[in-house]
């Protein structure tokens, strides 16, 4: 996640475990706050008082590079307790080396105050932490190592949870499935890009999209620092506790590249040069990993090096208790849903039935900015709140302390926010219960461009078919204009945001149910198959699920991309695309939860470009990456008893 982005989730996640879950550098200019900073040294305060504090322990590894670790336990030493750990590649330097006071510590105080030991650790390479990093925490022993050594303090209850957003969750999955004998339960929270393959998603860690690069990863990591190596400041090897301590107040080590326009660094070609065009290093984008494995923007999504690091994919069985949080407008909630039954399905019984799931309306880590109005976006999503503190602390009191509290028993399997009626609901499954498979199929004229073509949404196929046509620009690409996504930069903003300007556009489709006479909820899986022919070599083709009110406004639930040359599938080679041939394209799926009432429409664009939340495909059937021109793709969607492209919803009938 960029730094502008992280500092918005930290601000709004509030106080107890999750004011730190995504901590980033605090670096951030900023004027003196005398309140901010006497109520930081207020907590601070009080955290002494009731805490042991052993900052900057330097932690062995099998292989003698050392993790930087801060702890916080009661201070009555009678006792043994259960750990809380949070291991992230963000700066939770104890000091705010820009404010003069401490940083935030009212996660490790809500947690003493709760009876656990909570303990922070800097993934290799990143800060203290000694060693070279490389994406996911690499190697895994890392993982394994820490928490053998908080099994074996001697205070320790050997009963270990891990909790974190973000950077800071996606390592945990992998983590999960070796076994440790410490590990007792895990709360992954926006954990995408810690999923590497779970059937029939191929993403590779958010790196892909239906074959696509999301391009994401392209501002996190530089804004994130991530690209510094050779140049990373670091302090002698042999310096004590005391003395890192002591020079944690003057620097906390962070990076400050320069700030860059992301809306116009990410037009650069060839993409691999990205960051050679802003005076960057390439880094693990372009460059050979720390690991040895080829950088990651030349891979492709079945590449042997995706299954070499610190990626969970499902053949590594995960048997341990599971919280399991996700948003409707995050990065990849496919993968996310996908990953959570793969886990319900394949566990021992009995954690099979100890995996449990919320999905909140909101974007990216975003769980504790509902309000009584949530806006996402541009939408009002009503009230989205949820007493997290109390589910985080009451599942962690059942699985690290054994308390009989009841909250496997009162709490849903599967809690869902359902978007338009605005409210939560719960199943024992996901798709919930009751969900049947609707499908309209695209119709027209063969004039379906923008929104005032003639494209329609149909209950059932038209006999003949009139092809939609457009011209894909690779040069002009469809913006990005809300959705999914995380870390674009500041001129992007996630969520559900008004399509009409797009939808002008020539090179956009638009196919529409007119209003709706009953309200129907899509809750599950959205299945979108195309018939698609192009003078192209290879293209890509975009949809996007919008819902319309009556005013005209066109809010965006879903979208989706597929690269022509995986149509096949990822472990196959890729496919080519011959003129005056049709080709069917199956996308995977898409997910929501949301109401369309009377009078409402449904909606569905299709084009072939959403960027740069996806990596314009050049349309030459080259690499892609390593090209600077693309041509002109004159592509065709046809609709008919022959070629019935359509769009099938998940509809709960109550």
């Known amino acids: 996640m960029n730094r502008v982005a992280k500092l918005a989730?930290?601000?709004?996640?509030?106080?107890?475990?999750?004011?730190?879950?995504?901590p980033f550098a605090q670096a951030q200019a900023r004027q003196q706050d005398p309140a901010t900073i006497a109520k930081r040294n207020a907590t601070e305060?009080?955290?002494?008082?009731i805490a042991i504090i052993e900052r900057k322990v330097m932690v062995p590894m099998r292989d003698g590079k050392r993790m930087q670790a801060d702890i916080y336990r009661p201070k009555d030493e009678s006792r043994k307790y259960p750990i809380i750990f949070v291991r992230t590649p963000y700066n939770f330097n104890y000091w705010d080396v820009e404010l003069g006071a401490p940083r935030d510590m009212t996660a490790p105080l809500e947690a003493v105050k709760r009876g656990y030991a909570y303990i922070e650790m800097n993934e290799r390479g990143r800060y203290f932490s000694e060693g070279d990093y490389d994406i996911?925490?690499?190697?895994?022993?890392?993982?394994?190592?820490?928490?053998?050594?908080?099994g074996g303090l001697p205070w320790s209850l050997d009963k270990v949870g891990l909790i974190g957003c973000s950077s800071t969750a996606e390592w945990q999955l992998a983590a999960a499935s070796r076994g440790n004998k410490?590990?007792?339960t895990f709360i992954p929270e926006s954990f995408g890009a810690g999923v590497g393959r779970v059937a029939p998603y191929y993403e590779q860690g958010n790196w892909f999209r239906g074959g696509a690069v999301q391009m994401l990863f392209g501002?996190?990591?530089y804004d994130s620092g991530l690209l510094v190596k050779d140049g990373r400041p670091t302090f002698p090897s042999g310096m004590t506790e005391e003395e890192l301590v002591t020079a944690a107040k003057s620097y906390d080590l962070s990076a400050h590249p320069p700030t860059i326009d992301w809306s116009k660094a990410l037009q650069h070609l060839p993409e691999k040069d990205i960051y050679t065009a802003i005076g960057a290093r390439h880094g693990i984008f372009a460059?050979?990993?720390p690991s040895g494995k080829p950088g990651m923007i030349t891979r492709t999504p079945n590449d042997p090096s995706w299954y070499q690091g610190g990626l969970w994919n499902d053949s590594m069985r995960i048997d341990l208790p599971g919280l399991w949080f996700m948003t409707w407008y995050d990065v990849s909630i496919g993968p996310n849903l996908a990953a959570y039954n793969y886990v319900r399905n394949t566990a021992s019984p009995t954690v099979a039935a100890e995996q449990y799931a919320v999905i909140a309306p909101v974007a990216h880590c975003s769980y504790k900015r509902a309000a009584d109005h949530t806006i996402v976006g541009e939408r009002d999503m009503g009230d989205a709140r949820l007493d997290y503190d109390a589910l985080t602390y009451g599942w962690f009191d059942h699985f690290l302390k054994g308390e009989d509290n009841g909250i496997l028993a009162k709490t849903p399997k599967v809690r869902y926010y359902t978007m338009g009626s605005n409210k939560w609901q719960s199943s024992d499954t996901w798709p919930p219960e009751g969900a049947k498979p609707v499908t309209y199929y695209l119709a027209g004229g063969g004039h379906a461009n923008s929104l005032y073509g003639d494209g329609s949404l149909l209950a059932a196929p038209e006999p003949k078919d009139t092809p939609d046509k457009f011209v894909y620009d690779p040069m002009n690409p469809v913006p990005t204009n809300g959705g999914g996504f995380c870390c674009l930069g500041a001129q992007y903003k996630a969520g559900a945001i008004d399509q009409r300007s797009l939808e002008t556009r020539d090179d956009v489709l638009v196919y529409s149910t007119g209003p709706l006479k009953d309200g129907i909820e899509v809750s599950g899986p959205i299945d979108v198959t195309l018939y698609v022919s192009s003078d192209a070599k290879d293209t890509d083709f975009t949809a996007k699920l919008i819902e319309v009110l009556p005013d005209g406004t066109a809010y965006n639930i879903e979208e989706n991309i597929q690269r022509v040359r995986y149509r096949e599938g990822y472990t196959k080679p890729p496919v080519w695309m011959e003129?005056?041939?049709?080709?069917?394209?199956?996308f995977q799926p898409m997910q929501t939860s949301i109401y369309i009432a009377p009078g409402h429409q449904l909606r569905i664009e299709i084009s072939s470009s959403n960027f740069p939340q996806f990596d314009r495909n050049l349309n030459t059937g080259g690499?892609?990456?390593?090209?600077?021109q693309g041509i002109l793709a004159h592509n065709e969607v046809h609709h008919s008893a022959q070629y019935p492209s359509n769009i099938t919803l998940s509809v709960v009938k109550r």
Do not use: C, Q, R
Not at 45 to 49: A, D, V, W
């Open 9 to 22: 989730s930290v601000a709004v996640l509030g106080h107890a475990i999750f004011a730190s879950i995504v």
């Open 45 to 49: 305060s009080e955290l002494e008082s």
């Open 136 to 150: 996911l925490g690499v190697p895994l022993t890392d993982s394994d190592d820490a928490l053998d050594w908080m």
């Open 182 to 184: 410490a590990l007792t």
């Open 219 to 221: 501002s996190w990591l």
């Open 287 to 289: 460059d050979t990993t």
């Open 579 to 586: 003129k005056g041939k049709v080709y069917k394209v199956a």
């Open 623 to 628: 690499d892609n990456y390593n090209e600077s």
